[in-house]
């Protein structure tokens, strides 16, 4: 599959353009400069051809983090098959821009000069400015009025072979196409729809009881729900915490590859990054999300990024909440925390820069996450430094095991000898006098477990009594690292 990147500096239309050629809305753009910053890669068909393209960041020069961005980028462009090099119709050819589309040319890339924002006829007379590169390969397009791009979609096809034509049955209903700026979000609004529910130590879904009654296994008369092996073996796993705890450093490290860029400016990764690798037969799908602050402290396109963490947050199996082992925890990293908590995800959490914490306080850092997020007991930790690889090789170990755990199914026979013994140790409380009877338990679904409790009255199954039984099923079998969830019903609910 042929590699197609689109570079250029900053403000010229890449992002708009990618979301245009994958043909949904992936990349965030907006018109601050700098808003891409890590190369974003996605599968694409352009017209009947499979491709690869790379949205890369700004060719920009100045501060550490924008020397970063250029450099990850030029290196994206010089493993490229096809390079798209991007320049603003309504500006004037730059000689530093002409000088590196030299370099790219001399390399013996097929190279197009695309220039963007021509948005009427007037502005063709535009491109004769551009003939100065030295290229018949002239595109002028506007990607925001989408004109003139078939010709730069017939320019690509061309060059990629037909070896890479799309089967009939690999082909795709096309989605609305759009490059529409995503509406900003503050804390406040990404934190809302998460209520902390003091009694039980953990976070819920305010409509969460309802979701699972319309969505449940009981619709389909208690039919188990059918075991995926495909989807056991894809592990989506996402990186999460406070900005600068070293979520970027360490999906590098578990890559073994400078696949994000790291700086010392907080808030650097701003678009979601993934990236899959496999290990010991799995597929591991690692997702470096941007990093959250205080309310009031999100600046500028990191609004953008708060979105784009909720729905990777929701189409992730776990997710590793990085914390800073060399400083103080902060209520922010209770309540990232907590979003984990909610979304039902297996976790693991990774106490980076282990290589400069006080290590002689080990025993007590450990009290404090465990005090902090009891929430998360379940949750094992691992100390570690991403800068250095101390102990990252043992992550990934990790993750296969919870994810054994998370997918693990229990047999009926097994969770009800749990529970006759758990019932017979501490008997359910009675409700207004009347007597409270559990019939049977049996497993319905995977990824975390989930268990029906099939009682008389369902309603007299207090917290505490859940607690009580989670408990119990962690002592009898390794839940360790995932969440274990009940739904009581009678026998006569669907």
């Known amino acids: 599959m042929k590699k197609i990147a689109i570079i250029g500096r900053p403000n010229v239309g890449k992002s708009s353009l990618f979301n245009r050629l994958v043909k949904k809305r992936d990349a965030i753009t907006s018109e601050q400069a700098g808003t891409t910053r890590d190369v974003k890669r996605r599968n694409a068909i352009i017209i009947n051809k499979h491709v690869e393209l790379l949205d890369t960041g700004g060719l920009d020069k100045g501060c550490e983090l924008f020397d970063k961005i250029k450099e990850m980028s030029l290196k994206a462009a010089y493993k490229a098959d096809i390079i798209l090099f991007m320049v603003d119709g309504k500006g004037l050819p730059e000689d530093e821009d002409k000088k590196l589309f030299y370099e790219l040319q001399n390399m013996g890339k097929d190279i197009a000069l695309v220039v963007n924002k021509i948005d009427n006829d007037k502005m063709k007379e535009k491109l004769w ?26 320019w690509i096809a061309s060059k990629v072979p037909d070896s890479d034509i799309v089967k009939e049955e690999e082909e795709e209903p096309e989605e609305e196409d759009t490059t529409v700026i995503e509406p900003e979000l503050d804390d406040d609004e990404f934190f809302s729809k998460y209520e902390h529910n003091e009694e039980c130590d953990g976070y819920f879904y305010p409509d969460d009881e309802e979701e699972v009654e319309e969505n449940s296994i009981f619709a389909q008369n208690d039919m188990i729900k059918q075991f995926d092996e495909n989807d056991v073996n894809h592990i989506k796993i996402a990186i999460i915490g406070r900005t600068n705890v070293g979520k970027s450093s360490l999906l590098n490290a578990l890559l073994g590859e400078e696949r994000s860029v790291v700086s010392t400016v907080a808030g650097t990764t701003i678009d979601p990054i993934d990236e899959t690798i496999e290990y010991k037969g799995k597929q591991l799908t690692f997702v470096d999300t941007a990093g959250l602050r205080r309310r009031g402290k999100i600046l500028g396109i990191e609004k953008y990024a708060l979105m784009r963490t909720t729905e990777m947050l929701e189409n992730s199996n776990m997710a590793l909440i990085v914390l800073d082992a060399s400083e103080p925890f902060m209520e922010l ?66 993750i296969l095991e919870i994810n054994e755990n998370y997918s693990q199914r229990i047999s009926t026979s097994q969770l009800n000898a749990v529970m006759e013994k758990a019932l017979r140790r501490h008997q359910l409380p009675s409700m207004h006098g009347q007597v409270i009877r559990i019939y049977y338990a049996t497993q319905y679904e995977t990824r975390p477990p989930k268990i029906a409790i099939v009682m008389n009255k369902p309603k007299g199954l207090h917290f505490t009594y859940r607690r009580y039984l989670t408990n119990k099923l962690r002592e009898a079998f390794n839940f360790t690292g995932t969440p274990v969830l009940f739904k009581a019903k009678t026998r006569g609910d669907k």
Not at 129 to 154: K, P
């Open 333 to 398: 990293d209770e309540k990232i925390a907590g979003l984990v908590d909610s979304n039902r995800l297996a976790c693991i959490i990774v106490l980076n820069k282990w290589d400069i914490s006080k290590r002689d306080e080990h025993d007590k850092i450990i009290l404090d996450i465990r005090d902090r997020f009891k929430f998360l007991a379940y949750a094992p930790i691992i100390t570690l430094s991403a800068k250095s690889h101390q102990r990252v090789d043992k992550l990934n170990d990790m």
């Open 129 to 154: 400015e551009y003939y100065e590169f030295g290229t018949d390969a002239i595109l002028g397009i506007s990607v925001s009025h989408n004109r003139n791009t078939v010709e730069l979609l017939e």
